[in-house]
């Protein structure tokens, strides 16, 4: 399998390479520059000798004295080369060197031109003229006369390739000198992400309270740092609520099944009236319904907390939802004097079960608890687009201590009733808290001076999804 | 009445054909899904009662080919898995009802009767009768012995459906979900209440106590036998 490259490594390859094209992109501009220059040089050089010569051949008595001077020209120029034709005729030449015939045919634009001549590179131009110098004689006079001058650049060509090795070295050198400055400006500019990684690697189930430092990174990685801290607290509120469900659960299960045991048991050990054991069966299976109970409800509650859509979104008339629970509990009501009232009324878009189901535990806790010949109070309204379902009852004060905890799975306030016949699973609170969740709302509870209230609000947005 | 039962955890399929065959079934009891299928292929049912999870072939496959094969047999799903999907699913495929484990006996047998009962006549529909106890459907009157039974609206519903399903054992949450359209498990004991209150009205002052409570089951209309 092909390992993924770090990027450390891709960073530093990337800006070695930058620099390395950059560096070479000069390099190439200096020869270039260098050349040009040399040519420059070279053709101002030319013309110079040129213009000499011309002069030479205006100004000397006698052929003889132009070949002298020709002759001390070409000596005291090192690396300079004539030629003089009169009528295609040569008349002086350099030794070693052969000159085009085409050189510098063109005189307006004085063009040079450049040649190879057995080990010499060369560059040249030529001129021609008509002799005005009567001092010559006839065999000079008012005849046409080519001169052609060539240099050796070898000299130049020399430097030329010097230059390039010098440059290429340079580039080499530059090249790892600056592989290793971008190794190190990656290396310390990446530093936060290492930070970052040394945190997450102590991330573990038991350590779940570690979070990455914020303040410690640069701008751009703030926001994965708090994604990565939002993630992790999700985490842990989830990691916290499946160790907290899997303790209440085992709790909740080693009492009725104990007994249950025992008292399977116990029956077990001598024979027994038949009736007696019909009555022992009819009591486990009250108690294994509870059991059940229990778990759907456990299940109810799980999949209310983990399903993100309402399973059956609609309109829900709340005043008829009342209505049709105060019905159900008329009986239960009754029989502690109770009277249920009803007042307001509006709809929310939601889950016509769930929130049946919500009010209906709210609707049951507060004829539990009310104070038998009481008023049970269901008010509907709405404020400000929320809509809210508040469910009041008289009777003992919620102690201001448990509140926060009172929508809690299997939280009751009173733990000696805890397997009272009447009594629920310990889950119907959650389960409110858990649907209204879901449907984006709220349910609060507030409770004091022999009156208590618990409110299911349903958001805005909700109800305008109606 | 022939039931097909297809439960491969052993205790809960000798339990299940136990049950029902004591409530007047006859049960015939697959451990597989391949069984399950070949049995509901080659014999004539009123209903089967399929586990999703089997081994072989699972309950929703077994359904399908039933299905593709023209098949109308009434199916029940039992289903550890409480997912809406899954109860969506067995209802597309053309599933009759289905119970989440864990369920109550009581629950399932009230289904069972419930599903058979689907399809045929209903009985009458204007007067129904156990004992001396008489309810007029149109009128909405309940009398005992001739004498007038005043009872609220809600009362007559529950009496009703004793009376329409005399003999059965009811579950508190049967009672609940057809008298009051409640389709949750309430955490109280108001059906317990709703049928004393009942009770109160069809039995007191009468010889024979007609509304009997079952314990660790349900409620039932019947004559009580003579210990």
Redesign the interface.
Known sequence: MRRPTTLTFRLTVMFTLVSAAVLLGLGVLVAMATNKHFAELDRSYLEDKLQLLERIVGESVGSDDLARRLHAVQNSHQGLFLRLERDGAPIFKSAVVDFPAELGSDLEQSQVSEWQTGPLSLRGMGREMEVRNPLLGPAFEGRRLRIDVAVDTGIHAHFMTELRLQLLLYLVLAMIVSAHLGWWVVRSGLAPLRIMKNRAKDVSAHKLDQRMPIEAVPVELADLAHSLNAMLDRLQADFQRLMEFSSDLAHELRTPISNLLTQTQVSLAHPRQVEMYREILASNAEEFQRLARMISDMLYLAKTENDIELPHPEKVDLGQEVRALFDFYDALADEKQLRLNLSGAASVWGDKLMVRRAIGNLLSNAIRHAQPGTDVTVAVDERDGEKRVCVSNLGPTIDAAHIPRLFDRFYRVDKSRMHSEAEGTGLGLAITRAIMLAHRGAVSVTSGHGKTEFCLVFPREAAAQG | MKILVVEDEHKTGDYLKQGLSEAGFVVDLARDGQEGLQLALSEHYDLAILDVMLPGCTGWEILERLRAKGETLPVLFLTAR???EDRVRGLELGADDYL?K???FAELLARVRTILRRGRPSQDNSALQYADLELDLLRRRVSRAGKRIDL?A?EFGLLELLMRRQGEVLPRTLI?SQV???????????ID??VR?LRSKVDEGFAVRLIQTV???GYVLEEAQED
């Open positions: 409480d997912q809406v989440v864990p369920f109550s609220t809600k609940a009051w359209d409640m389709n949750f498990d309430s955490d109280t004991n108001v209440v709703a209150r314990r660790g089951m």
